[in-house]
């Protein structure tokens, strides 16, 4: 296409230096001939007003006679009554997984501490014995993590995990978003989808 | 003479409750159900009385009570006889313009004759246009009077807006005027009893202007302007809150009822169902005795009128949802650069043609 | 001011339409000098929604700044991780894997996807198109469920990492795909019957905020609202990255850089986005996604908790974070609006040294007085619409 724009009635390629067989531009569809009826308004109210009539009419119908599966045609998932599905990839609060005994896995090596982005996790770390490390205090401020994922990307025990728990999040005052380590602590069984999960994206066949 | 008074204050009550008691809150309600449906949505329907929803429609009952509850406040600086004064001068109109139209047609009932209207005056249809430039007065008024820089700028527009369409929405009218020969809303309905005398057919660009015209006086979308949401707040009303903002709200979707009854009235029909005469709807209803029939032929035609009011109204609804706003002078170039000439040959060519015929 | 005014006592009228205003989606503060509703004057103020993320970088490691990136133009997170990402691998001077690259591809277009619905949704809603604004939202939110599928979260997405990806596609990928650009192109053709030939949308919105090309580069624009100005620059196209040489795409450009052809440039781009989607995940390789240097990019978990080394990599890459060379580097990459860069550098240390980002609608937000002097206010909805300034970009 050899049309030119006003910069110094260059063609297109030379300007912006892409050869021409890979810039592939398209105009736009500018300069619209409008029909009489259309610069009149009429012909494009009419078809706007089918349009959302369409819309309209389908959706009435849905109410009544719901297609296949569903509970209405229209796009609202009515909640808190319905709930989403939430995919397996989904991201919700960080919980710590506890073993069959109810201890937490957590060795407190202290990196999803350095890892996280808004510095949420605080950690006071002991030794129960010689080379058995377990967090004394394990503090986890709500108020100030950003379900970003990478505590559980670099656990090295999966021991936290991102469940699926969207709810329930919300205190009325922030000392009580710190959360400690007995409101963290999931039994396993629990996060059992979301454990499965991790392992799979992060084995070496997904890698 | 007790007889008129008792039979004028029915069909005041009548009027009134079917107005202001069921057409208000109920358009409110349809207003938000129908923009939802349209919009792949429920809309809102969680308000209930001991569990009970209806599917939505205690929103209205919450509304006003809500709205009712609110503080009254006059902003500082403003003049506070006007600010309160303004809803009440954009109200009333809405609410009386229902006085001259009539829903239903002439009965002989318990040898009285009854016609469905609360005024049958003669000037008929100024009456509606002389009670709309009285509610321009209002919305110039809340504007004004709220003195802040953004209600003025609402109230600028809205009078020359509201204005500049009485003035298309006169001419156009005239030229139904013109067919029909006659002032009375009455007469004009009842000369509508033959399908083919229906004002669509015999000023068919009167009813798109005078359509334009008062969905423009109203100040709906596409001509919202003066209370364009996203550029100026919400205009001339930003200053108002509880039973004033109620009344605002509610001159706005009387005066759409009031519209569509014009409408219905001039140009569809008013309350004649098509092809079937009067006498043919009598006849249908002869079984139940001569009074009996006037009274269940009242009662169809006062549902095909409010029918048919119904369309209009969702047609209104749907035309808000859809299409977006004019700038403010394009409301106005539409207006005196091509509404008005548009009702001006119309008129000289609806002139013409009565002559020669 | 006209004659007539000179013997009337008139004065400008200054309006501010503040931070907090409806139409101002994105936190800016107009304050525009009126002579009845003609803008006499307009003084554009940003900074309302600044949050340091320059700052913020210098004390975080690499890896720890990309959440911060996603909050950048947070309608489009995946352009700008991708950008982030990029730079950081030139710096380190490596390449990622071929499969990488087409899921980069696939995740940036997305989210392009993403930023130009709610872009068109938010003019129309403004206009007062409420149904076009709701529809659009609709298909936004099935593209959302597409990246929720993919990567855990909508709109903080944190999916791409330096020397790869977070995690491979999930199942039946290809299938939701197919379903949601179905579903968008049902919604498309719904909003362009409601839009594109509407005259009285086209009245509000052709010849508002035109602007020739030698000004729009001048002023420093990218992007869509260059291309509507004519100038068919596009950094996929002028400077390929990732695999966009191997996509067969147009580019829409308009003509005198109004409203219109901007509207009707990301509506092309929609259409367009949706092609490269669909060719990326025909042409996509098997393979993995991940460079295989454990010094840049977390190892798989099973050699974490078997090899000694692995753990020890792992441990240095956290705490101290990867470590470049020193030096600097610019890369470039399209976001939504327009040329998105990261200009970085590095001390040989594990935190960035400075890491600086060009956010595109900052030029176009600067242009702003001169778009709209002399025209009415109600000109300011559309235009200030159709440049698209995200705060968070534009603020940073």
């Given at each position: 296409?050899?049309?030119?724009?006003?910069?110094?009635?260059?063609?297109?390629?030379?300007?912006?230096?892409?050869?021409?067989?890979?810039?592939?531009?398209?105009?736009?569809?500018?300069?619209?001939?409008?029909?009489?009826?259309?610069?009149?308004?009429?012909?494009?109210?009419?078809?706007?007003?089918?349009?959302?009539?369409?819309?309209?009419?389908?959706?009435?119908?849905?109410?009544?006679?719901?297609?296949?599966?569903?509970?209405?045609?229209?796009?609202?998932?009515?909640?808190?009554e319905e709930q989403l599905a939430l995919p397996p990839a989904y991201r919700g609060r960080p919980v710590l997984v506890a073993d069959a005994d109810g201890k937490e896995k957590c060795v407190?090596?202290?990196?999803?501490?350095?890892?996280?982005?808004?510095?949420?996790?605080?950690?006071?770390?002991?030794?129960?014995?010689?080379?058995?490390?377990?967090?004394?205090?394990?503090?986890?401020?709500?108020?100030?993590?950003?379900?970003?994922?990478?505590?559980?990307?670099?656990?090295?025990?999966?021991?936290?995990?991102?469940?699926?728990?969207?709810?329930?999040?919300?205190?009325?005052?922030?000392?009580?978003?710190?959360?400690?380590?007995?409101?963290?602590?999931?039994?396993?069984?629990?996060?059992?989808?979301?454990?499965?999960?991790?392992?799979?994206?992060?084995?070496?066949?997904?890698? | 003479?007790?007889?008129?008074?008792?039979?004028?204050?029915?069909?005041?009550?009548?009027?009134?409750?079917?107005?202001?008691?069921?057409?208000?809150?109920?358009?409110?309600?349809?207003?938000?159900?129908?923009?939802?449906?349209?919009?792949?949505?429920?809309?809102?329907?969680?308000?209930?009385?001991?569990?009970?929803?209806?599917?939505?429609?205690?929103?209205?009952?919450?509304?006003?009570?809500?709205?009712?509850?609110?503080?009254?406040?006059?902003?500082?600086?403003?003049?506070?006889?006007?600010?309160?004064?303004?809803?009440?001068?954009?109200?009333?109109?809405?609410?009386?313009?229902?006085?001259?139209?009539?829903?239903?047609?002439?009965?002989?009932?318990?040898?009285?004759?009854?016609?469905?209207?609360?005024?049958?005056?003669?000037?008929?249809?100024?009456?509606?246009?002389?009670?709309?430039?009285?509610?321009?007065?209002?919305?110039?008024?809340?504007?004004?009077?709220?003195?802040?820089?953004?209600?003025?700028?609402?109230?600028?527009?809205?009078?020359?807006?509201?204005?500049?369409?009485?003035?298309?929405?006169?001419?156009?009218?005239?030229?139904?005027?013109?067919?029909?020969?006659?002032?009375?809303?009455?007469?004009?309905?009842?000369?509508?009893?033959?399908?083919?005398?229906?004002?669509?057919?015999?000023?068919?660009?009167?009813?798109?202007?005078?359509?334009?015209?008062?969905?423009?006086?109203?100040?709906?979308?596409?001509?919202?302007?003066?209370?364009?949401?996203?550029?100026?707040?919400?205009?001339?009303?930003?200053?108002?809150?509880?039973?004033?903002?109620?009344?605002?709200?509610?001159?706005?979707?009387?005066?759409?009822?009031?519209?569509?009854?014009?409408?219905?009235?001039?140009?569809?029909?008013?309350?004649?169902?098509?092809?079937?005469?009067?006498?043919?709807?009598?006849?249908?209803?002869?079984?139940?005795?001569?009074?009996?029939?006037?009274?269940?032929?009242?009662?169809?035609?006062?549902?095909?009128?409010?029918?048919?009011?119904?369309?209009?109204?969702?047609?209104?609804?749907?035309?808000?949802?859809?299409?977006?706003?004019?700038?403010?002078?394009?409301?106005?170039?539409?207006?005196?650069?091509?509404?008005?000439?548009?009702?001006?040959?119309?008129?000289?060519?609806?002139?013409?043609?009565?002559?020669?015929? | 001011?006209?004659?007539?005014?000179?013997?009337?006592?008139?004065?400008?009228?200054?309006?501010?339409?503040?931070?907090?205003?409806?139409?101002?989606?994105?936190?800016?503060?107009?304050?525009?000098?009126?002579?009845?509703?003609?803008?006499?004057?307009?003084?554009?103020?940003?900074?309302?929604?600044?949050?340091?993320?320059?700052?913020?970088?210098?004390?975080?490691?690499?890896?720890?700044?990309?959440?911060?990136?996603?909050?950048?133009?947070?309608?489009?997170?995946?352009?700008?991780?991708?950008?982030?990402?990029?730079?950081?691998?030139?710096?380190?001077?490596?390449?990622?894997?071929?499969?990488?690259?087409?899921?980069?591809?696939?995740?940036?277009?997305?989210?392009?996807?993403?930023?130009?619905?709610?872009?068109?949704?938010?003019?129309?809603?403004?206009?007062?198109?409420?149904?076009?604004?709701?529809?659009?939202?609709?298909?936004?939110?099935?593209?959302?469920?597409?990246?929720?599928?993919?990567?855990?979260?909508?709109?903080?997405?944190?999916?791409?990492?330096?020397?790869?990806?977070?995690?491979?596609?999930?199942?039946?990928?290809?299938?939701?795909?197919?379903?949601?650009?179905?579903?968008?192109?049902?919604?498309?053709?719904?909003?362009?019957?409601?839009?594109?030939?509407?005259?009285?949308?086209?009245?509000?919105?052709?010849?508002?905020?035109?602007?020739?090309?030698?000004?729009?580069?001048?002023?420093?624009?990218?992007?869509?609202?260059?291309?509507?100005?004519?100038?068919?620059?596009?950094?996929?196209?002028?400077?390929?990255?990732?695999?966009?040489?191997?996509?067969?795409?147009?580019?829409?450009?308009?003509?005198?850089?109004?409203?219109?052809?901007?509207?009707?440039?990301?509506?092309?781009?929609?259409?367009?986005?949706?092609?490269?989607?669909?060719?990326?995940?025909?042409?996509?390789?098997?393979?993995?996604?991940?460079?295989?240097?454990?010094?840049?990019?977390?190892?798989?978990?099973?050699?974490?908790?078997?090899?000694?080394?692995?753990?020890?990599?792992?441990?240095?890459?956290?705490?101290?974070?990867?470590?470049?060379?020193?030096?600097?580097?610019?890369?470039?990459?399209?976001?939504?609006?327009?040329?998105?860069?990261?200009?970085?550098?590095?001390?040989?240390?594990?935190?960035?040294?400075?890491?600086?980002?060009?956010?595109?609608?900052?030029?176009?937000?600067?242009?702003?007085?001169?778009?709209?002097?002399?025209?009415?206010?109600?000109?300011?909805?559309?235009?200030?619409?159709?440049?698209?300034?995200?705060?968070?970009?534009?603020?940073?």
């Amino acid at each position: 296409m050899s049309t030119t724009t006003g910069l110094g009635q260059t063609p297109y390629s030379v300007q912006v230096g892409i050869p021409a067989a890979a810039l592939k531009a398209k105009r736009v569809r500018r300069r619209l001939d409008l029909t009489l009826w259309e610069r009149l308004y009429v012909a494009e109210i009419v078809r706007g007003l089918v349009v959302t009539s369409k819309h309209f009419f389908i959706n009435m119908i849905g109410f009544i006679f719901p297609p296949a599966g569903k509970k209405r045609k229209v796009f609202t998932v009515y909640y808190p009554e319905e709930q989403l599905a939430l995919p397996p990839a989904y991201r919700g609060r960080p919980v710590l997984v506890a073993d069959a005994d109810g201890k937490e896995k957590c060795v407190a090596c202290g990196l999803c501490e350095k890892m996280c982005p808004a510095h949420a996790i605080s950690i006071v770390a002991e030794e129960k014995a010689p080379g058995e490390r377990y967090p004394a205090r394990y503090t986890l401020d709500m108020g100030r993590c950003v379900y970003c994922g990478y505590c559980e990307e670099v656990c090295p025990k999966e021991a936290i995990v991102m469940s699926d728990e969207y709810q329930g999040l919300a205190q009325r005052d922030r000392s009580q978003l710190r959360f400690e380590k007995e409101q963290l602590l999931r039994p396993e069984g629990k996060v059992k989808t979301r454990l499965s999960y991790v392992r799979r994206i992060y084995s070496k066949w997904n890698y | 003479m007790l007889a008129d008074l008792i039979e004028s204050l029915a069909k005041i009550v009548f009027i009134f409750t079917v107005n202001v008691g069921v057409f208000a809150p109920i358009l409110g309600w349809v207003e938000r159900k129908q923009s939802a449906v349209m919009q792949d949505r429920i809309g809102a329907n969680r308000a209930d009385i001991l569990g009970f929803t209806a599917i939505g429609l205690f929103h209205s009952l919450a509304d006003a009570l809500k709205l009712l509850t609110k503080e009254d406040f006059v902003p500082a600086n403003a003049n506070k006889f006007f600010h309160t004064l303004a809803p009440f001068i954009a109200l009333v109109p809405a609410i009386a313009a229902f006085a001259i139209i009539p829903f239903g047609g002439r009965y002989e009932l318990f040898g009285r004759e009854i016609n469905l209207v609360i005024a049958d005056l003669d000037v008929g249809i100024l009456y509606v246009f002389a009670l709309a430039g009285l509610a321009t007065y209002g919305t110039v008024l809340a504007g004004w009077s709220s003195r802040s820089n953004w209600s003025l700028l609402g109230g600028l527009r809205a009078s020359a807006q509201m204005l500049s369409y009485e003035v298309a929405m006169g001419l156009s009218i005239i030229g139904v005027i013109i067919v029909y020969g006659s002032l009375r809303l009455t007469d004009i309905g009842a000369m509508q009893e033959d399908f083919f005398r229906w004002g669509i057919f015999l000023q068919p660009v009167g009813f798109i202007i005078y359509m334009t015209c008062a969905i423009a006086e109203n100040k709906r979308i596409p001509f919202d302007i003066p209370e364009a949401e996203s550029e100026l707040v919400a205009g001339y009303f930003t200053e108002y809150s509880g039973m004033k903002f109620v009344m605002f709200w509610m001159a706005e979707f009387l005066e759409m009822v009031t519209i569509s009854a014009i409408v219905t009235t001039l140009f569809f029909g008013a309350w004649h169902i098509p092809f079937v005469t009067d006498a043919m709807l009598l006849s249908w209803f002869q079984s139940a005795g001569p009074n009996g029939a006037a009274a269940l032929a009242m009662l169809v035609n006062i549902v095909v009128f409010f029918a048919k009011v119904s369309f209009f109204i969702w047609l209104q609804m749907t035309i808000r949802w859809t299409l977006p706003r004019f700038r403010y002078d394009q409301v106005m170039r539409m207006c005196w650069k091509m509404l008005l000439p548009l009702s001006l040959i119309n008129l000289s060519i609806t002139g013409l043609v009565v002559l020669l015929l | 001011m006209s004659e007539i005014s000179k013997d009337l006592h008139t004065e400008y009228m200054v309006i501010n339409m503040g931070p907090s205003h409806p139409v101002t989606h994105g936190t800016v503060k107009f304050l525009a000098t009126l002579e009845g509703e003609t803008i006499v004057d307009l003084d554009v103020e940003i900074g309302y929604l600044h949050r340091g993320f320059e700052k913020m970088c210098e004390n975080s490691t690499w890896q720890q700044v990309i959440p911060y990136t996603d909050r950048l133009n947070y309608v489009s997170p995946l352009i700008n991780n991708t950008g982030y990402a990029l730079a950081v691998e030139k710096l380190l001077g490596i390449d990622v894997p071929e499969r990488c690259k087409y899921l980069r591809v696939i995740a940036c277009e997305l989210s392009r996807l993403s930023d130009h619905l709610t872009n068109v949704a938010a003019a129309g809603l403004e206009l007062g198109a409420f149904t076009a604004f709701l529809y659009f939202v609709e298909a936004r939110e099935l593209v959302w469920d597409l990246i929720e599928s993919l990567c855990g979260a909508r709109v903080t997405v944190n999916y791409v990492r330096i020397g790869g990806l977070k995690n491979d596609l999930p199942e039946r990928f290809e299938e939701k795909v197919r379903y949601v650009f179905k579903e968008v192109r049902r919604l498309w053709v719904d909003v362009d019957k409601l839009l594109t030939k509407n005259r009285i949308f086209i009245d509000r919105v052709r010849g508002v905020g035109a602007i020739s090309a030698e000004e729009a580069i001048a002023y420093g624009f990218t992007g869509p609202c260059l291309r509507a100005c004519g100038v068919p620059y596009d950094v996929r196209k002028a400077q390929p990255y990732l695999v966009y040489d191997r996509m067969d795409f147009e580019v829409p450009i308009g003509e005198t850089g109004d409203n219109y052809d901007k509207y009707l440039v990301r509506m092309e781009e929609i259409q367009q986005s949706m092609r490269i989607v669909e060719q990326a995940l025909a042409q996509m390789p098997d393979g993995p996604i991940n460079v295989r240097l454990p010094q840049v990019r977390m190892e798989p978990k099973e050699k974490i908790y078997s090899r000694i080394d692995s753990l020890i990599y792992h441990f240095k890459t956290v705490i101290e974070g990867i470590k470049p060379p020193p030096g600097e580097v610019y890369q470039a990459v399209e976001g939504g609006n327009g040329e998105l860069g990261f200009y970085l550098v590095s001390d040989g240390s594990g935190k960035p040294y400075k890491c600086r980002v060009r956010p595109p609608c900052f030029a176009l937000t600067a242009a702003m007085p001169r778009l709209v002097k002399g025209r009415l206010l109600a000109d300011i909805v559309p235009t200030f619409d159709m440049i698209n300034m995200i705060g968070g970009e534009c603020d940073r």
